[in-house]
């Protein structure tokens, strides 16, 4: 079965730092691109970053773009993403998720989610 | 930036009758277009891709049509279990918003 599992979510302060971590299993998670979506309270969703399955080449949204760094370690079957200057905006579930499409140098479509992980930025 | 604008923002309907949400794009997207589903509680859920093929177990009554700026998702017959938010996602500008806003489908 494909499964992702979150972690690293809690409460942080304004200015602070995080590290969330996805652990894959049930697919070769090397042959994927991976992404982190968000969702923050009462809204829609959000694409914030993504990174090949070499981990060679990372994309950011604007909104995160300069805060955070995406990386993976394919031995481990791990997708780890660090965000710094954490703002109250930044509060929300975070999902990890698998591209749909094998071999892909940059996300496309997202056909496995992990359940997610809650970030509250809060003083 | 690539616009995506999803109609109607809530939609009423009855279990048994047919649902259809739009997504306006702000230019052509060709056919890279994506629908999910959410429910509360729960992860999103890949309906549709490359705006008309089904993903993975999907039930026949979810479809997908359209291209360049016009897309829409239909459901058939709506089971009880269809209520939730519909996003639509595009593929194409990755350091903008992918996301529609959603479409909240909910029980008349």
């Known amino acids: 079965e494909v499964n992702l599992v979150e972690s690293g979510g809690g409460l942080v302060h304004p200015a602070g730092s995080l590290r969330l971590s996805c652990v894959a299993s049930?697919?070769?998670?090397?042959?994927?691109?991976m992404s982190w979506v968000r969702q923050a309270p009462g809204k829609g969703l959000e694409w914030v970053s993504g990174?090949?399955?070499?981990?060679?080449?990372?994309y950011y949204a604007d909104s995160v773009e300069g805060r955070c760094t995406t990386s993976r370690d394919n031995s481990q079957n791990t997708l780890i993403f660090e965000m710094s200057s954490l703002r109250v905006e930044d509060t929300a579930v975070y999902y990890c998720v698998k591209d749909l499409i094998i071999g892909s140098s940059f996300p496309r479509y997202f056909d496995v989610w992990g359940r997610g992980t809650l970030v509250t930025v809060s003083s | 930036d690539i616009v995506l604008t999803q109609s109607p923002a809530t939609l009423s309907l009855s279990p048994g009758e047919r649902a259809t949400l739009s997504c306006r794009a702000s230019r052509s997207l060709k056919n890279y277009l994506a629908w999910y589903q959410h429910k509360p509680g729960q992860s999103p859920r890949l309906l549709i891709y490359?705006?008309?093929i089904r993903a993975t177990d999907i039930p026949a009554r979810f479809s997908g049509s359209g291209s360049g700026t016009d897309f829409s998702l239909t459901i058939s017959s709506l089971e009880p279990e269809d209520f939730a938010v519909y996003y639509c996602?595009?593929?194409?500008?990755?350091?903008?918003?992918?996301f529609g806003q959603g479409t909240k489908l909910e029980i008349k």
């Open positions: 490359d705006a008309s």
């Open positions: 049930g697919f070769t998670f090397g042959s994927f691109a």
């Open positions: 990174i090949d399955g070499s981990g060679d080449l990372t």
């Open positions: 996602q595009q593929r194409n500008d990755w350091l903008r918003g992918t």
